[in-house]
């Protein structure tokens, strides 16, 4: 067992997740790094997964913005008294949204550890007012899989192809998508009241809608011109889809697809072009050596738009769309200065994922009890059936049994939508999914070659 975790044997340490496709097989490579130095990990899903039995444990979370959340994690997971730290998954983001400020840890989230990608992300939250000391800079963690160690973890290209019913022969042009406001009221309402920005919210929405109006209008050209082209469209984690794409989907099954499965840095791996609109997936564009092109039929205020974007070059009408998918390979494309980039992934030393063990190791070794809350249980079952979470816990475990065991499948779609069905499906599948077992196994040998 390696030095400062010796006297944290008897705690556990559970790491949470949120999104699958965005930070399953980060926890999968952290849990393999705890366990390599001799620790008992548990991964828990977030969305209504309830612990019964109480531990003091360490707890490492994808997001925490303010006392609520510090103590939802707390009551799910009947953690009193544990050592928290926080992942921070949304960490680049517009002038208008860091104004807004809904991302800044407040009340009791402020005194949890947060990591940090780089430094532009370190200062963001000294001057929100987080105590240096709560602070690391850790690089981030999903990046870590594009280190050259780790290139034995992706599927190939002839096996993406086998796996999707893909054409090897063709141009594979990945499209990662960020319209999470088109055709997703659940998304907009959630936004609008934590923002409270009515106008953001409006603005942002209507670009949202005519810029993928516009680039699916590209895409239905390009496709009828070009047989030998194959657009990849990779929705964000809480992008709904729209109407129009699924009608493209199925006038052109083969052209087009709608894949959700697998990670971004899969798709860049595999895929001769990449585009996109709005993701800050540049940085794994940037790490893979792979061009990648900004589709914007409609210009972005700054205020509205990510800062590594700012006067970047964009394919802004179809005649440079086409031109861009014919003549691509004649350089590496790349819409923005990289030292830009560099400013907000810290991609120098060692992996994030070590950083981010270190730190969780020496801070909970000089600190190994986190501040108890008295009165604990009685609260938290006010809390869990006052919120109503003790009767969702239980419809989300019905529905999964009748999903996991007959298949069963709700098709309302206002239904899926207001109780987050979609997300409670993923759940089953992912823990039913034997490729995980392979990808754990491959991380495992991974790590256990670092000295």
């Not at 994690?73 to 926080?86: A, K, Q």
């Not at 964009?314 to 590496?332: I, P, T």
Request: hydrophobic share 40%; net charge positive.
């Amino acid at each position: 067992m390696e030095r400062g975790l010796e006297n944290l044997s008897s705690r556990e340490i559970i790491l949470v997740y949120e999104n699958i496709v965005r930070e399953y097989d980060n926890a999968l490579l952290l849990k393999a790094e705890f366990e390599r130095r001799g620790y008992q990990v548990r991964l828990v899903h977030k969305v209504y997964d309830i612990l019964w039995k109480h531990r003091a444990a360490i707890v490492i979370v994808p997001n925490c913005y303010h006392t609520l959340d510090f103590k939802s994690y707390t009551y799910f997971l009947n953690c009193n008294g544990s050592i928290y730290f926080d992942l921070r998954y949304e960490q680049v983001m517009s002038k208008r949204v860091q104004k807004i400020g809904y991302h800044n840890p407040k009340g009791k989230a402020k005194n949890i550890h947060h990591f940090c990608w780089g430094q532009k992300g370190y200062e963001h939250l000294l001057q929100a007012g987080v105590p240096r000391k709560h602070l690391t800079v850790s690089g981030a963690l999903q990046l870590d899989f594009l280190r050259p160690e780790f290139q034995s973890f992706y599927l190939d290209r002839h096996k993406i192809a086998q796996n999707y019913q893909l054409k090897e022969d063709k141009k594979w042009l990945l499209y990662i998508s960020s319209f999470t406001f088109v055709e997703n009221a659940a998304v907009t309402k959630y936004t609008a009241g934590e923002f409270k920005d009515d106008a953001f919210i409006q603005k942002f929405s209507q670009i949202s809608a005519a810029s993928q109006k516009a680039t699916l209008e590209w895409f239905e050209k390009l496709v009828a011109e070009r047989e030998d082209v194959i657009i990849i469209y990779r929705k964000h984690p809480v992008e709904a889809g729209s109407t129009r794409l699924k009608q493209l989907t199925e006038k052109y099954p083969y052209q087009i697809r709608d894949i959700s499965g697998l990670s971004v840095k899969q798709w860049i791996k595999v895929c001769d072009i990449t585009t996109t609109w709005f993701s800050t997936s540049a940085a794994e564009v940037y790490l893979s050596q792979k061009p990648l092109f900004l589709i914007r039929p409609y210009a972005i205020d700054e205020e509205f738009d990510i800062p590594f974007y700012y006067h970047a070059d964009c394919v802004d009408s179809y005649e440079k769309l086409r031109s861009m998918v014919c003549n691509c390979d004649l350089g590496q494309a790349f819409p923005v200065p990289k030292a830009i980039v560099q400013q907000y992934y810290d991609t120098g030393g060692k992996p994030a994922y070590v950083t981010i063990v270190d730190t969780v190791a020496k801070i909970a070794a000089a600190s190994p009890q986190g501040i108890a809350e008295k009165g604990f249980q009685r609260k938290r079952w006010k809390f869990l059936i006052g919120q109503h979470i003790i009767l969702k816990y239980g419809i989300k475990k019905i529905y999964q049994a009748a999903y996991a065991c007959l298949r069963f499948r709700l098709k309302d779609g206002a239904l899926r939508k207001n109780f987050a069905v979609t997300g409670w499906e993923e759940d089953i599948d992912n823990r039913k999914n034997h490729l995980n077992k392979i990808k754990f196994q491959k991380i495992k040998q991974i790590v256990g070659q670092r000295e």
